[in-house]
């Protein structure tokens, strides 16, 4: 039974990919870390994901190689992870290896105790030495070595880290002082790091940095400073034309390996997508960029048309690599366009997609529109759409990349929280569709005894659910009552909360862990409100406790809001600038914003409303007076004389009832500065 690779058995796409490798690989499962107690060998770590190009280049390299292979099987037991189907094991050994001195990565190779407790680790490793690298079977025999002659070293090595690992975030706790003075100061000098011509940070690689880019709009917005509005404007607008986008298909690439947003790793995640249509949506609001609103809906279009899975749940990500290479599905040359398009349109379409002979990523061309970032004139674009559907078309008869069609609860409640508010800001009912039936997936195929799970594919649930699953998921709902009024989401909504406070919530430090108080099989329970690729669950909560709080006046949300940031109190006096969406969230703490409208013809002052940017702004908007009772946050808001009325507020205070659009425009734009 030890000498066979195990991977066939399970539903993750990822470890599917390797389940015919030479590699005697297991799964993470209390089986595997038996059998490294019974056998007394190290285990080796293998982290990655379906879409990871180094995953592939790596597997490729050495997991699909019997020579390596043998020196695996014969010093480790070797282990494999999907790090989208088990996050908070991701997290645990991705922090250790930060921990030492490393830059994190995916594939993440960790080197464990039979404890699977951590004490060596890096990335990727090439087979031969490289890149400044030694050879991975050198590497494998060197840790093999070292765990068996020197065990003093390796039992120091994992009580360091294992040390650290426990012991993030201690230090003194109190309510952080973040006024308005301290936070417009942090927001305007938070541009100081932003490429100024390009957007994004500084330098390269380049990747969409939501939590920072989220903070810098809502400071620009609240203190009416104009160059970190600019700031956030000119990464948009650089993202939304570069070759990070799929300017065909639509959607996202995860990041840009250079500075200037031309080449990706071309995996598209759902996460990514969703975060970079909510700020599009938003920044929209202000702005009325037809480029945002443009790549909004050709993103959307490409969820509906490639990402929706069996069940109605948003799938995770399609891969970076067709066909063996990276990109191949993507990029063209110059003589293909101009045997889809002709040689005349051939010729437009390589002026404004800076399509050449020569190509301009390894002898090909990822299509972009750099060079120009403006969009052409009403007829130039429907010229150019035209073309583009052309080439798409075309584009479907080549062998497509990947697809990793597992359903991921927390990427789908950062999707299905986008598409409610981008349904009615663009007046798109279907969106709204398709947020309620992933939702109902979640809620109702995700579920076991009352608690969500993690990860579904193939009828198969896998993983318990993080902290983040259900802060999302809360989002989620609460998005969708804001959008529908249907009372089951804040139900839901508020039976989630109190399971995240049951399994999550430190009880002596306070703040939500990463892992349940019952998940089994973590060496520690993580807790941090750090800034990463995807939302931290603490920031995401505070405004989801903010709403939830003035959506049904109980104080117990807010005291937990403020918990968090009593309890993170010391991370933030160290270092803010890495906590930027827990930073924005309190500004829903400290100023909660709510418009409320009465009444049944309210599509003027919803489009007023949904005409400026009110970021974390709670929005209600009822027919009638049948629902005045469901919310606090509606009582005694009435029409006036038959019209429908809107109510802005911060906290308990209202303003008098509004019926004129452009009044309601003209005090939306005075109140959210008003404080500040």
């Not at 800076?354 to 990822?366: A, L, Q, S």
């Not at 198969?460 to 609460?478: E, F, G, H, K, V």
């Not at 989401?489 to 009880?507: D, F, M, V």
């Not at 709080?549 to 600038?577: C, P, Q, V």
Request: proline share 4%.
């Amino acid at each position: 039974m030890t000498g066979e690779n195990r991977l066939g058995r399970e539903t993750s796409p990822y470890l599917l990919q390797h389940h015919d490798n030479p590699v005697h690989w297991w799964a993470w499962s209390p089986e595997a870390l038996a059998e490294a107690k019974r056998t007394g060998k190290p285990i080796l770590l293998s982290v990655g994901y379906a879409a990871c190009h180094w995953c592939h280049v790596m597997a490729h390299e050495s997991f699909e190689d019997d020579a390596t292979a043998d020196v695996m099987n014969e010093l480790f037991v070797n282990i494999k992870v999907d790090r989208e189907e088990r996050p908070d094991i991701d997290a645990i050994y991705m922090s250790a290896l930060h921990h030492l001195g490393e830059q994190g990565g995916w594939p993440l190779t960790m080197f464990l105790d039979s404890d699977a407790k951590p004490f060596w680790g890096g990335t990727y490793f090439p087979k031969e030495q490289r890149f400044g690298k030694p050879a991975f079977t050198t590497v494998l025999r060197e840790v093999a070595r070292i765990h068996r002659d020197e065990p003093d070293k390796v039992r120091n090595n994992t009580e360091l880290l294992i040390d650290a690992l426990t012991s993030h975030g201690d230090g003194p706790q109190g309510r952080p002082v973040l006024s308005d003075t301290v936070l417009k100061d942090l927001t305007t000098r938070m541009v100081s790091a932003v490429d100024t011509s390009k957007g994004g940070l500084r330098g390269a690689p380049k990747f969409p940095q939501w939590s920072f880019f989220w903070l810098l709009w809502r400071g620009g917005i609240r203190y009416d400073v104009g160059m970190c509005r600019q700031a956030v404007e000119v990464t948009l607008t650089n993202i939304c034309q570069g070759g990070i986008y799929d300017h065909l298909g639509g959607g996202f690439a995860r990041y840009s390996v250079d500075d200037r947003w031309l080449a990706p790793h071309f995996e598209k995640m759902l996460y990514d997508n969703a975060l970079l249509v909510d700020l599009l949506t938003e920044v929209w609001r202000e702005t009325r960029n037809p480029l945002y609103k443009a790549r909004v809906e050709e993103t959307v279009a490409w969820l509906m048309r490639e990402m929706i899975a069996d069940g109605g749940g948003f799938a995770a990500s399609l891969d970076a690599d067709s066909e063996g290479e990276e990109g191949k599905f993507y990029v063209w040359t110059a003589a293909e366009i101009a045997d889809v398009l002709g040689a005349e349109d051939a010729r437009l379409f390589a002026h404004v997609y800076d399509v050449t002979p020569d190509g301009n990523w390894e002898g090909h061309t990822i299509l972009n529109r750099l060079s120009n970032l403006a969009l052409g004139s009403e007829g130039e674009e429907a010229k150019l759409a035209e073309l583009r559907d052309k080439l798409l078309a075309h584009r479907a008869s080549r062998i497509r990349p990947g697809w990793d069609d597992k359903v991921l609860a927390d990427w789908n409640g950062l999707m299905i929280a986008t598409l409610a508010r981008a349904a009615r800001v663009f007046d798109k009912p279907n969106w709204l569709a398709a947020a309620g039936r992933a939702f109902a997936f979640v809620e109702k195929q995700m579920t076991v005894d009352g608690r969500l799970m993690h990860a579904a594919r193939a009828g198969q649930l896998r993983a318990p659910a993080t902290a983040s699953d259900y802060a999302n998921m809360i989002w989620a709902a609460l998005r969708l009552y804001e959008a529908t009024n249907g009372a089951g989401y804040l139900k839901t909504a508020e039976a989630w909360n109190a399971i995240l406070g049951r399994h999550y919530w430190s009880a002596d430090r306070g703040g939500y862990h990463i892992s349940a108080d019952d998940t089994p099989d973590v060496i520690v329970r993580l807790r941090n409100a750090h800034d990463d690729a995807t939302p931290n669950a603490n920031g995401i909560m505070i405004s989801n406790l903010m709403a939830l709080h003035l959506l049904t006046g109980k104080a117990d949300y807010l005291t937990r809001a403020e918990a968090i940031t009593t309890a993170f109190s010391a991370d933030l006096a160290r270092n803010m600038i890495s906590h930027c969406g827990l930073v924005a969230s309190i500004f829903d703490l400290n100023t909660p914003q709510q418009v409320a409208i009465v009444g049944g013809d309210a599509k003027p002052l919803l489009a007023a409303l949904h005409g400026v940017s009110m970021p974390g702004v709670l929005e209600m908007a009822v027919p009638d007076t049948t629902y005045l009772d469901a919310s606090p946050l509606l009582q005694g808001k009435t029409p006036v004389d038959g019209k429908a009325a809107a109510y802005v507020c911060i906290g308990p205070k209202c303003s008098l009832p509004v019926t004129d659009a452009e009044t309601l425009t003209r005090l939306l734009r005075e109140q959210r500065t008003a404080l500040a």
